[in-house]
């Protein structure tokens, strides 16, 4: 089984000076997602998995079209919800996030004010992971270590997501425990491809990365995080 997670290409946060909510991608972004898609046209996916917001859906159109494949939205994929900003100035995010970068480690769980709390993010992910799993026949065999009943064989599944998400995810699969920094922990970037895959065991399947934030399909100039 190998589980590609795709992070959305960049988003316009701010227009004219406002913060945006629930963002198009920018100019640059709508290119990253084209370039994106043109390097995944090629592969061939059981299914692909799309968060709910606008962002990931502009990511996702493009590859769906190379891929001739049908719009799928899976809400548990949405990113952590950030405090409804919009229409207000961009110095008012900027504030809140000088805010978020001044809390002790232990304290920075909260989350932005107004915003989802962390921890609550990450017991939303790990719960739509474990469905998502248990919905492809695996479980979880008895005991601490992050292994499950055997996974599909040659099953091939794309997830649109985001970095928050993805992160969690990566986090979920490998049995790490999740900090409430996972975007800094694990630097993805915009149209980014990372690759999990599962490994046999000799009581069920466990998961590897084998890559992660792959960006070689866009040049420098339109790299961004």
Request: with cysteine.
């Given at each position: 089984m190998?589980?590609?997670?795709i992070?959305?290409?960049?988003?316009?946060?701010?227009?004219?000076g406002?913060?945006?909510?629930?963002?198009p991608?920018?100019s640059?972004?709508?290119?990253?997602?084209?370039?994106?898609?043109?390097?995944?046209?090629?592969e061939?996916?059981?299914?692909?998995?799309?968060?709910?917001?606008?962002?990931?859906?502009q990511?996702?159109e493009?590859?769906?079209?190379?891929l001739?494949?049908?719009?799928v939205i899976e809400?548990?994929?949405?990113?952590?919800?950030?405090p409804?900003?919009?229409?207000?100035?961009?110095?008012?995010?900027?504030?809140?996030?000088?805010?978020?970068?001044?809390?002790?480690?232990?304290?920075?769980w909260?989350?932005?004010d107004?915003?989802?709390?962390v921890?609550?993010?990450?017991?939303?992910?790990?719960?739509?992971?474990?469905?998502?799993?248990?919905e492809?026949?695996?479980?979880?065999?008895?005991?601490?270590?992050?292994?499950?009943?055997?996974a599909?064989?040659?099953?091939?599944?794309?997830?649109?997501?985001?970095?928050?998400?993805?992160?969690?995810?990566?986090?979920?699969?490998l049995?790490?425990?999740?900090?409430?920094?996972e975007?800094?922990?694990?630097?993805i970037?915009h149209?980014?491809?990372?690759?999990i895959?599962?490994?046999?065991?000799?009581?069920g399947?466990?998961?590897?990365?084998?890559?992660l934030?792959?960006?070689?399909?866009?040049?420098?100039?339109?790299?961004?995080?």
């Amino acid at each position: 089984m190998e589980i590609t997670l795709i992070r959305h290409a960049e988003p316009e946060w701010v227009r004219d000076g406002l913060n945006v909510d629930n963002p198009p991608l920018t100019s640059r972004g709508h290119e990253q997602a084209r370039l994106l898609a043109l390097s995944l046209r090629e592969e061939v996916f059981d299914e692909v998995l799309v968060s709910p917001l606008l962002r990931t859906r502009q990511t996702a159109e493009p590859i769906l079209d190379v891929l001739g494949k049908d719009m799928v939205i899976e809400p548990w994929l949405e990113e952590i919800r950030n405090p409804i900003w919009h229409g207000t100035p961009v110095e008012r995010a900027e504030a809140a996030y000088r805010a978020e970068r001044a809390k002790t480690s232990l304290q920075r769980w909260t989350g932005l004010d107004g915003g989802e709390h962390v921890g609550d993010f990450v017991q939303r992910i790990n719960l739509g992971c474990k469905l998502f799993l248990e919905e492809r026949g695996m479980t979880p065999l008895d005991g601490d270590l992050p292994v499950w009943t055997n996974a599909p064989k040659d099953k091939r599944i794309a997830l649109v997501a985001h970095a928050g998400t993805n992160s969690v995810v990566i986090c979920h699969l490998l049995g790490l425990p999740a900090t409430p920094w996972e975007w800094e922990r694990f630097v993805i970037g915009h149209a980014s491809v990372s690759r999990i895959v599962s490994l046999d065991m000799k009581d069920g399947s466990s998961f590897g990365v084998t890559r992660l934030s792959h960006l070689e399909h866009l040049p420098e100039r339109l790299r961004t995080y």
